[in-house]
């Protein structure tokens, strides 16, 4: 379980993060990231509606979806907001293939985040000013 200062909590946070972060769909999900604060701790959120399935349905892929956040945070502790959406077929997918899909989901995300290696340089690879 993710400690709750690690845990999106109010529909402004989920709001934030969906609007103002990068979106990456994959078949079982789709990641909104967004960067915080420097120091601020990492914060996850799942979004798990009534079509991925019945009651214990939900609940296993919200379970699952909370470890592969734990995961993430171990190796990232501060600095990003996560919204995870499970889509339907998230329903039938095993554990391997709903964490690869979350793992490959926030790699683009955070690719997309991080701010470029070569500031200054333009896309040919030349030193730009």
């Given at each position: 379980m993710l400690p709750a200062r690690h845990r999106l909590r109010t529909s402004a946070d989920f709001s934030h993060t969906v609007r103002s972060g990068v979106?990456?769909?994959?078949?079982?999900?789709?990641?909104?990231?967004?960067?915080?604060?420097?120091?601020?701790?990492?914060?996850?959120?799942?979004?798990?509606s009534k079509a991925v399935?019945?009651?214990?349905?939900?609940?296993l892929v919200k379970r699952r979806l909370r470890e592969v956040g734990a995961e993430t945070l171990r190796e990232r502790p501060t600095g990003v907001d996560v919204v995870v959406?499970?889509?339907?077929?998230?329903?039938?997918?095993?554990?391997?293939?709903?964490?690869?899909?979350?793992?490959?989901?926030?790699?683009?995300?955070?690719?997309?985040?991080?701010?470029?290696?070569e500031s200054g340089a333009s896309p040919d690879g030349t030193e730009v000013g």
């Open positions: 979106r990456q769909g994959r078949r079982n999900v789709v990641l909104y990231a967004a960067l915080s604060d420097d120091g601020a701790p990492s914060r996850f959120g799942f979004i798990v399935g019945n009651a214990v349905t939900r609940n959406r499970a889509l339907p077929a998230a329903s039938s997918a095993d554990w391997t293939a709903l964490r690869s899909d979350y793992a490959s989901a926030l790699r683009g995300a955070l690719r997309r985040l991080e701010p470029s290696q």
